[in-house]
């Protein structure tokens, strides 16, 4: 079982930035392909970053291209997503997903997860 917790979500100005971090269990952590989702209210759950096991291979959302930078410290078990330049839109719950069998590279697909995080909500203020 491995268990997700995000962290540094909050409330910011349009342009500004926040850091989200997902700390995650389990002593194969190195080997777990990791993503980000958000859900806006009233919307699907939707894609916004994943990072292969190696950290190697990363893939965005095209609308956070430029702005998202996702990144990982197998040492501490974590990911991070960096998220500059703020919109509202970009306002919604922010979860942290985890495959834990081996995978080649990045994973899409929200049904590729084994894991999520309880989320954590981001507010972008214009």
């Known amino acids: 079982q491995v268990q997700l917790v995000e962290s540094g979500g909050g409330l910011v100005q349009a342009g500004g930035s926040l850091r989200l971090s997902c700390a995650a269990s389990?002593?194969?952590?190195?080997?777990?392909?990791m993503g980000w989702f958000r859900q806006a209210p009233g919307k699907e759950r939707e894609f916004v970053a994943a990072?292969?096991?190696?950290?190697?291979?990363?893939y965005y959302l095209d609308s956070v291209k430029g702005r998202f930078t996702i990144s990982r410290d197998n040492a501490k078990n974590t990911v991070y997503l960096q998220m500059n330049s703020l919109k509202p839109e970009d306002t919604a719950v922010y979860y942290c997903?985890?495959?834990?069998?081996?995978?080649?590279?990045?994973?899409?697909?929200?049904?590729?997860?084994?894991?999520w995080g309880q989320g954590t909500q981001v507010t972008v203020s214009s």
């Open positions: 997903a985890a495959k834990a069998t081996p995978a080649p590279g990045v994973v899409v697909r929200s049904i590729g997860y084994d894991y």
């Open positions: 389990g002593r194969t952590f190195r080997s777990y392909s």
């Open positions: 990072i292969s096991w190696s950290g190697i291979s990363t």
